[in-house]
């Protein structure tokens, strides 16, 4: 099922298997977590710096069409975007979960990194990331297309990587002992054991990313950045500009278009792999469930493509096989030997101590830059967080109290689910940021109309994981205990109580975490918003971020950005990470 | 019949001094595996049997290089092998077959692994496929067949290469009978008949009479560390019949071996000594079952006078040797039972605790583990040393982690605190890992 809510946060809890390397585990591990959290934060000021140095020439104004014939053509665009980020995320998550997989220091250095780069909110290296790459690309499109690309790929590839990383680190003992016993090269265990085995995890991961990389694709196609105007053609711009001009007919055009991009997305590309991926599932019985006929069926019916396949396809993939083989291991024999150990010595330390160079100088650049911030930023700064907390988790309770009766009905009930599924798919699958400007056109005429549109939009951007959760949950809640209820006259609260509560909590915590993120990183759009030629806004620490931006204060953006990755990560390890424990010693359903 | 040339016979593999032991992180070491000298000599099928834990399964991945040993080496064709082992193959207990790839992609990959072009592994494996019986489903995938038949793709896969020795471990131990014994049977065929290249197989299990139907030679792991306790020849001609005088015989003395009371097999491995410390006393070794079982057995001996042969029992139970033996070395410790030249005696203990009800058996059982069980007994006095009778478990984790590894000390408490709450000694809290003695 796609989910909409931007993956900021890690929705896998953490696989027994990735363990922390064992030897006074917890202040190792602690030590490196703060190494790695200052880097990026050293890092995360580099590209500020970037940004700022390269302020290049101002560009026209982009020109957003309202007819809705344009519709399909900007529907292309957004599609090809998404598409070009997620095969450069899926590649390199490939890489860096391998990598960290395969070498123990390798890993010691990587998977930490990854669990804080996850917990950054990505939209607000949204400023930053397009003022370096349209400063590296003057022509207006490239450097903002390639700035909207690099940001979809920043939110989606942390996820897969760890899917990735998780899944090698898991691969059943007697396969891996086969793979070794029978000599399968490097090239044969990754793609006959290595990477069938994570596929399934590869898909549902990359389903989610994606409908996080919609939430943020939206974002960067409506972007204005003080009197820049950095906006693309596409879905999201399209909407905001009819919701500016209150034109109605394109609002719901362009809603239309919307909605038929993801239905048609679903049918004709998750549907067909999420079918094809059940072959890889590692079950040594066959699941009773059939699946409905789906698109694949169709095509597989067709006697020419099947032929094509195998009297063209297959022997290609074959002998391409083949080579790798012989090659790879003659590569692979030359690589080990001795004397080449040295030239991976010479390539390795220089590169590092090169990176290490840069942290140090960014670090110093940027205490330097803090160091301008006065006292009253201080408190603004503090003041700006408590609200934002207060409308994050008070969006989360919201979600809660809706989605878990509602959840738990439909769980219970098949018929209810069958009929509540498709409608359920396709609101989640709207990227709620695409809808925000229509959301403000109704909220704006009311007072303290932001403070709702903010608080809606980080709903409706969160609320459908926690709901798909809460259902999955109801779902797994063993027929016997539900009888066992029944049989002894539980009354309704005791049934929560003992029963449906217990049984849906790890279920409700994996989807509140996710959604804890989301909404964290939609405060950064909710809370201040280019609308109608003006600045709409709530005070917040997302409307800090995002004013910081718009007003040059590169000191405040800086210093807003760290606060919150701060709080993020900290209630990941705070909180989240101590539920997820209890969830799963106490409430896990299995034996 | 063992076809084992006269003239000074050369081992295929031979292990020498072949051991497997942790390093203790305060200088001593855990032996796993005793230093063994063991060959595979051509023409044979060696059987390795031993109970479950014993240290069977690592021996045979020590032998295939899949695990490095600690100590010794192992030798092939007379030259040491150091890391990188020739043409063997292993059939696997859980079969191991990847779930992505049809039967014939799955025959294929160990050739594909050795750079055999697409159209001569096509054919090799079909080849193989038909020698087992399997033509026909050249592409089905694996989870359309039956446990037999993924066995039989495993063995397949495990031909198609021509190792000169094949390795098998439990192969036949996740089958139900009848297809086990269908599997054994056509093994034996293809061996005895020369249809295939291999000069030697080493079959590890745990099933006695397997052993005797397949094996020339059969070698009893003791454990404890492991080594080698006895060595079998079996010079019974195929086809053997299982009621034939012999058969039985064989069958009765291995049982005899492996429950042999008295034997060092119930104590915990020594710590080789710490230079300057004393030895540390022997703890005693906790077979790994549920007290509850034992009930069943003890009702079983008495209703039939109070002896019974151990061979005889396991076949009326329908248990094997894996699920037998723990069981009954748990009332031996615990002193309901003995056992002597293959015979399970019951003794007065026992009697009283076969007769008796729930309350009365836990007395009896209480009694018997702390009289017998030198940890439960401590377990007991430093409860009690405590005023508020509450101890955490990693207390006595780190008593253990002295005489076992670390995977061994959590299962040995693992059983303590089993044992420890069935017989009321005392309660425990899962998840503050707390202990609290019950008052009695």
Request: charge should be neutral.
């Amino acid at each position: 099922m796609p989910a909409p809510a931007p993956s900021a946060v890690h929705t896998t809890p953490v696989p027994p298997a990735a363990k922390r390397p064992a030897g006074s585990r917890w202040t190792w591990a602690f030590l490196i977590d703060i190494a790695v959290f200052l880097s990026v934060c050293a890092a995360v000021f580099g590209i500020y710096a970037i940004g700022r140095t390269w302020l290049g020439p101002v560009h026209p104004e982009a020109h957003i069409s309202q007819n809705p014939r344009d519709l399909p053509l900007y529907a292309l665009y957004s599609l090809v975007r998404i598409g070009i980020a997620y095969a450069l995320s899926l590649t390199f998550a490939l890489a860096y979960g391998y990598l960290a997989a395969s070498s123990r220091r390798a890993e010691m250095l990587m998977i930490p990194l990854l669990d804080i780069l996850q917990s950054i909110p990505v939209l607000s290296f949204l400023p930053g990331v397009m003022l370096a790459m349209v400063a590296i690309f003057p022509h207006n499109q490239l450097g903002i297309e390639l700035g909207s690309i690099l940001l979809i790929f920043t939110g989606q590839v942390w996820n897969i990587a760890f899917s990735f990383y998780s899944s090698l680190k898991t691969v059943p003992r007697d396969l891996h002992e086969a793979a070794v016993i029978y000599r399968f090269s490097r090239w044969q265990r990754f793609g006959e054991l290595d990477l069938p085995f994570a596929t399934i995890g590869l898909v549902w991961n990359s389903m989610v990313s994606v409908a996080g990389g919609w939430f943020f694709l939206m974002a960067c196609e409506m972007f204005v950045l003080g009197n820049r105007d950095f906006r693309l053609p596409g879905l999201g711009s399209f909407l905001q500009t009819a919701a500016s001009h209150g034109d109605s007919r394109a609002i719901l055009w362009g809603v239309a278009a919307m909605i038929a991009v993801v239905v048609l997305l679903d049918q004709f590309v998750w549907r067909p792999i999420i079918q094809w991926a059940d072959k890889f599932k590692f079950e040594q019985v066959e699941s009773s469930a059939t699946a409905q006929p789906t698109l694949l069926h169709l095509i597989g019916r067709a006697s020419l493509l099947i032929q094509l396949y195998r009297r063209f396809f297959l022997p290609l993939i074959n002998w391409l096989t083949l080579q790798f083989t012989l090659g790879a291991k003659r590569a692979a024999e030359t690589f080990a030997a001795p004397k080449q150990r040295h030239l991976r010595r010479w390539i390795a330390y220089p590169l590092l101590a090169g990176v290490l160079v840069g942290l140090v100088l960014a670090v110093y650049y940027g205490a330097q830059e803090l160091s301008d911030l006065r006292r009253e930023d201080y408190v603004d700064l503090f003041r700006s967080a408590a609200l934002t907390f207060l409308r994050v988790n008070s969006a989360l309770l919201l979600s809660a109290l809706w989605t878990v009766p509602v959840g738990v009905a439909i769980g219970f009930s098949p018929r209810l689910a069958r009929i509540a599924q498709p409608f359920a798919q396709i609101a989640a699958s709207v990227p709620a940021t695409a809808l925000f400007p229509i959301i403000l056109l109704f909220f704006l005429r009311l007072r303290g109309g932001m403070e709702f549109a903010a608080m809606l939009l980080m709903l409706l951007g969160t609320q459908w994981y926690v709901l798909f959760n809460v259902i999955a949950g109801a779902m797994a809640i063993p027929t016997d205990l539900k009888e066992a209820a029944q049989v002894f006259r539980f009354s309704s609260w005791d049934r929560w109580r003992f029963l449906i509560l217990p049984g849906i909590f790890p279920y409700l915590v994996t989807g509140l975490v996710t959604a804890s993120g989301g909404a964290w990183n939609a405060s950064i759009i909710a809370e201040y918003f280019h609308f109608q030629g003006k600045i709409v806004s709530t005070p917040g620490l997302g409307s800090a971020i995002s004013s910081a931006s718009d007003a040059g204060r590169f000191d405040m953006l800086l210093a807003s950005t760290l606060v919150m990755a701060t709080i993020v990560v900290l209630i990941n390890r705070l909180v989240w990470r101590r539920l997820y424990r209890l969830a799963s010693s106490r409430f896990k359903l299995e034996s | 019949m063992s076809t084992v040339d006269t003239a000074a016979p050369v081992p295929i593999i031979e292990a020498r001094k072949l051991e497997k032991f942790y390093q203790h992180p305060d200088g001593g070491r855990i032996q796993v595996i005793a230093p063994i000298d063991l060959g595979v000599f051509p023409g044979q099928i060696l059987a390795l049997l031993g109970p479950s834990g014993c240290g069977k399964s690592t021996l045979l991945r020590m032998l295939t290089g899949l695990s490095p040993a600690s100590g010794g080496l192992v030798y092939w064709q007379g030259q040491a092998v150091n890391g990188d082992f020739p043409n063997v193959s292993i059939v696997f207990q859980s079969f191991a077959l990847f779930p992505w790839l049809t039967v014939i992609e799955n025959v294929e990959a160990p050739l594909e692994a050795r750079g055999v072009a697409p159209m001569e592994r096509h054919k090799r494996a079909l080849r193989i496929l038909d020698a087992v019986g399997l033509d026909g489903f050249e592409s089905a995938y694996p989870k359309e067949l039956s446990g037999g038949m993924k066995q039989r793709v495993g063995v397949a896969r495990a031909l198609v290469v021509e190792p000169e020795v094949l390795f098998m471990d439990e192969p036949f131990s996740a089958l139900d009978v009848l297809t086990a014994e269908t599997l054994r049977g056509e093994l034996l065929e293809l061996w005895l008949g020369h249809k295939i290249p291999t000069r030697a197989m080493f079959i590890v299990t745990h099933n006695i009479e397997e052993a005797v139907v397949l094996a020339d030679r059969i070698i009893v792991l003791g454990r404890n560390p492991a080594h080698i306790h006895a060595d079998f020849d079996v010079a019974i001609p195929h086809p053997r019949d299982r009621k034939s005088p012999e058969f039985v015989d064989l069958v009765d003395s291995i049982y005899r071996v492996l429950t042999h009371p008295g034997h060092k097999d119930d104590t915990a491995p020594t710590r080789t000594q710490v230079p300057g410390g004393a030895p540390k006393s022997k703890v005693v070794t906790l077979p790994h079952t549920r007290p509850g079982g034992m009930a069943a057995l003890l009702e079983i001996l008495a209703d039939r006078g109070g002896r019974v042969e151990l061979h005889g029992l396991s076949e009326d139970l329908g248990l094997d040797l894996e699920s037998l033996l723990p069981t009954i070395e748990t009332a031996t410790l615990l002193g309901l039972l003995r056992v002597e030249e293959g015979e399970a005696i019951i003794t007065h203990a026992g009697r009283a605790f076969a007769g008796a009800d729930i309350q009365t058996r836990k007395t009896i059982f209480r009694k018997a583990a702390l009289d017998n069980v030198p940890l439960l007994r401590q377990m007991e006095q430093a409860l009690r040393a405590k005023s508020n009778r509450t101890l955490s478990e990693e207390f006595f984790r780190d008593l253990l982690d002295e005489h076992f590894s670390e995977e061994e000390s959590r299962r040995q408490l693992e059983t303590a605190i089993q044992w420890g709450r069935y017989a009321e000694i005392f309660d425990y809290e899962a998840e503050s890992g707390k202990l609290k003695l019950t008052e009695i």
